[in-house]
């Protein structure tokens, strides 16, 4: 499924499987030649991404750039399919992730061993298929010019080091990866590279900002945020965290 949520910004829903998929967001110009994914997704969904990028009467060829914002496998795990559909596109990730992900160490991608071992030995992946290039390392409280519009990063660490929000403070909409959900729910803080403290601290940088719509990594879109959504969220989990 994919659907237009505002001017320029798409929604690709997940496609979960025994694992998840993530959400895409796609941040189009006027032109729609400037194309932006924010997130990848699972191994072997890259078809299905592009497919719905098509659907939403997009060329692949104008996407640009993919900005991560987490290299977990759920989200980078298809960027490498998308590369090779669309050469010329760029991988943005955030500092923190792009150091190991470049020097091949996957120990974040995975989460876990357990879950590394599976996915070698289930799905269609190689140590050396998820060895990326990063073009652009992002930094906290860069400010991205994406399809005409200003998007700030917000560097979020806890659910892993290098978790990114991007958020449009004119439309007031935040894209904060899998560190808050839908429903009041947040993203986990046992992988490795988790810190649950520093996931707290997070929670409460982004219940600062004012937020209408949330675009979250998994699960459903929220169009209408009420006042103090973050926050209330926070309160209800930090005594576990
Ligand atoms: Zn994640
Ligand atoms: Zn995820």
């Given at each position: 499924?994919?659907?237009?949520?505002?001017?320029?910004?798409?929604?690709i829903e997940g496609q979960d499987d025994m694992i998840p998929d993530s959400n895409v967001y796609v941040l189009a110009d006027a032109s729609g030649e400037d194309l932006t994914l924010?997130?990848?997704?699972?191994?072997?969904?890259?078809?299905?991404?592009?497919?719905?990028?098509?659907?939403?009467?997009?060329?692949?060829?104008?996407?640009?750039?993919i900005i991560m914002t987490?290299?977990?496998?759920?989200?980078?795990?298809?960027?490498?399919?998308?590369l090779e559909q669309v050469p010329?596109?760029?991988?943005?990730?955030?500092?923190?992730?792009?150091?190991?992900?470049?020097?091949?160490?996957?120990?974040?991608v995975f989460g876990m061993p357990a879950l590394r071992d599976m996915c070698f030995s289930q799905l269609e992946i190689h140590p050396e298929t998820l060895l990326l290039k990063v073009n652009r390392k992002l930094q906290d409280d860069e400010t991205l010019n994406l399809g005409g519009e200003t998007w700030r990063v917000v560097h979020i660490p806890g659910h892993s080091p290098g978790?990114?929000?991007?958020?449009?403070?004119?439309?007031?909409?935040?894209?904060p990866g899998d560190v808050v959900y839908s429903d009041h729910a947040?993203?986990?803080?046992d992988?490795?590279?988790?810190?649950?403290a520093a996931h707290r601290a997070s929670l409460y940088r982004l219940a600062e900002l004012k937020v209408d719509m949330l675009l979250p990594g998994h699960e459903r879109v929220?169009?209408?945020?009420?006042?103090?959504?973050?926050?209330?969220?926070?309160?209800?989990w930090e005594q576990y965290m």
């Open positions: 499924m994919q659907k237009k949520l505002d001017e320029g910004v798409y929604f924010v997130d990848a997704g699972l191994v072997g969904k890259g078809a299905y991404k592009l497919e719905s990028i098509k659907r939403l009467g997009f060329e692949i060829g104008h996407i640009r750039r987490h290299t977990h496998l759920d989200h980078l795990g298809c960027a490498p399919e998308i010329n596109a760029e991988l943005w990730v955030h500092a923190e992730e792009a150091e190991p992900l470049e020097q091949g160490d996957d120990r974040i978790c990114i929000a991007l958020y449009n403070a004119s439309k007031k909409i935040l894209i947040i993203g986990r803080f992988l490795h590279g988790a810190n649950s929220m169009e209408t945020v009420p006042a103090g959504y973050i926050e209330e969220t926070v309160k209800q």
